[in-house]
């Protein structure tokens, strides 16, 4: 099989971005190392993919009406397949074709139609006659990987949804970069957002509660990508990250500032909530309604514990035990594990109910030893 396609192209430019609109057989598409497509890697934070995963049921669909299309000549894929690479490419004006050497060139980054891609492949493999099915495609040339991403979140996040945590990976990456790569322009909702790093920050803690393994977070936690193939997931990265990122990442937290020290005394405050209300497995404790709550009641909890410098797990445990004792009312159960067992009081709190219970958190919080303590 050739390895160099010569074909029809007309040059494309938008701003620095330059692109080539073209068209490809299916055959094009399936020399070997044609393509990549850099699916992110939920196990390694440092991964540089940034794609999510393949859905096989969705490319299935494709590929069954393509090759129901084969017959009657009518199937129909007008949505062009987004590539991109690193180096240029040979255009003779002349003729305006588009010369693409794949020993050279290759492989091209699918920035956007992995399914199609897909799809196409698999339908060429029921059906040879799919070879020759031509699909609109355009390439973009001499775009760096920072900037192949950055068009991906661009093409997902303003015309059609991509998954929360995959979103929030790739904001956190290119919250990373700002200093050091250049980075294409992007619209300003997406730009204020990577400027202010609250995606990096969150999944720094949603990261260190789900790798360390004294945790009670460790691996329950299901990040972007991920297959929970041992159904130990109780929550998700994109819950986490909302949550830190609202109540966590605010101004009056004090534990902010402790640098590097915060993402450990966050894990013991979970320690401490754990060890006392010591929640099963499977209850509401480890999904949303807990991380909710307890992010809620996390900062008010932590300017209290401020007062005695210390953030141990043993130090927490005791001013949480004394706030759940103080607690009045139908949530005067929080601290206890039936509190947050399936079926119980807390499987039934909407948002509403979570900010009323947090509200009695915080009062509980306050309530002196001495005031506890007296009886009439």
């Not at 060139?105 to 493999?125: C, N, T, W, Y």
């Not at 790739?170 to 204020?192: G, N």
């Not at 099963?280 to 909710?292: E, Q, T």
Request: net charge negative; aromatic share 10%.
């Amino acid at each position: 099989m050739s390895t160099k396609i010569v074909r029809p192209a007309a040059l494309i430019a938008q701003g620095d971005l330059k692109l080539y609109a073209t068209s490809l057989k299916v055959s094009d598409l399936l020399i070997p190392k044609f393509y990549s497509v850099e699916t992110l890697d939920p196990e390694d934070p440092t991964d540089s993919g940034y794609q999510r995963l393949l859905n096989k049921s969705r490319a299935k669909k494709l590929a069954d009406y393509i090759v129901a299309g084969q017959k009657t000549k009518d199937a129909f894929l007008p949505t062009s397949i987004f590539l991109a690479t690193h180096r240029s490419l040979p255009f003779d004006p002349q003729s305006n074709t588009v010369e693409i050497d794949i020993d050279r060139i290759g492989p091209f980054s699918v920035v956007d139609g992995q399914h199609r891609v897909e799809g196409l492949k698999m339908a060429a493999e029921k059906d040879s006659s799919v070879l020759d099915f031509e699909v609109p495609v355009n390439i973009a040339v001499e775009l760096s990987k920072i900037a192949q991403m950055c068009h991906f979140l661009l093409v997902n996040t303003t015309q059609k949804s991509v998954d929360k945590a995959v979103e929030q990976r790739i904001f956190a990456r290119l919250s990373e970069a700002i200093d050091v790569e250049d980075i294409p322009s992007l619209p300003r909702w997406i730009s204020k957002a990577v400027g202010k790093g609250d995606d990096e920050k969150a999944l720094n803690y949603v990261d260190y509660l789900n790798n360390e393994p004294e945790s009670p977070w460790f691996g329950r936690i299901e990040m972007a990508n991920a297959v929970d193939e041992e159904g130990r997931n109780t929550t998700n990265q994109k819950t986490f990250v909302q949550a830190i990122k609202k109540y966590i990442l605010v101004a009056h937290n004090p534990v902010l500032t402790y640098e590097e020290k915060q993402y450990k005394i966050f894990l013991n405050y979970w320690i401490a909530l754990r060890n006392i209300i010591q929640p099963v497995d499977n209850g509401v404790f480890y999904k949303y309604n807990g991380v909710d709550l307890f992010s809620r009641f996390c900062a008010p909890f932590f300017n209290k514990v401020l007062n005695e410098k210390n953030f141990t797990v043993a130090t927490m445990e005791k001013s949480l035990q004394r706030t759940f004792d103080n607690v009045e009312g139908e949530y005067a159960g929080v601290g206890h594990s039936t509190f947050w067992n399936r079926g119980g009081r807390a499987s039934y709190m909407n948002s509403g109910a979570i900010n009323q219970l947090n509200a009695e958190l915080v009062r509980a919080l306050h309530v002196s030893d001495s005031e506890a303590d007296i009886e009439i």
